[in-house]
Nanobody, 119 residues
Framework: QVQLVESGGGLVQAGGSLGLSCVAS????????MGWYRQAPGKQRELVAG???????HYADSVKGRFTISRDNAKNTVYLQMDSLKPEDTAVYYC?????????????WGVGTQVTVSS
């Protein structure tokens, strides 16, 4: 059974930083690309950052230079370091296995972690 457990969200002022974690289980983590996605109120879920098993990264234009995705295969964990946060980064953040197109693979999601950036 696939499980994705996100944590690390919170309330932060604009310009601040947060670090998110996602612990995965139920599949072979190390051979899969992973992605962080977010969904703001009234908007569709979107890819924020992706990381292949080989270490190649992909970022949404809106977060390039501010967010960094990384992984620890020994801990089955993917991370998202978010710096220089903006109010428009406010959303619920989720992780998932990423397909080659960077779309999510699993149709079931974790509960996510709320990130709120105040101006």
């Amino acid at each position: 059974q696939v499980q994705l457990v996100e944590s690390g969200g919170g309330l932060v002022q604009a310009g601040g930083s947060l670090g998110l974690s996602c612990v995965a289980s139920g599949f072979i983590f190390s051979i899969n690309a992973m992605g962080w996605y977010r969904q703001a109120p009234g908007k569709q879920r979107e890819l924020v950052a992706g990381l292949t098993k080989g270490g190649n990264t992909h970022y949404a234009d809106s977060v390039k230079g501010r967010f960094t995705i990384s992984r620890d295969n020994a801990k089955n964990t993917v991370y998202l370091q978010m710096d220089s946060l903006k109010p428009e980064d406010t959303a619920v953040y989720y992780c998932n296995v990423a397909a080659s197109s960077w779309g999510p693979v699993f149709t079931s999601w974790g509960v996510g972690t709320q990130v709120t950036v105040s101006s």
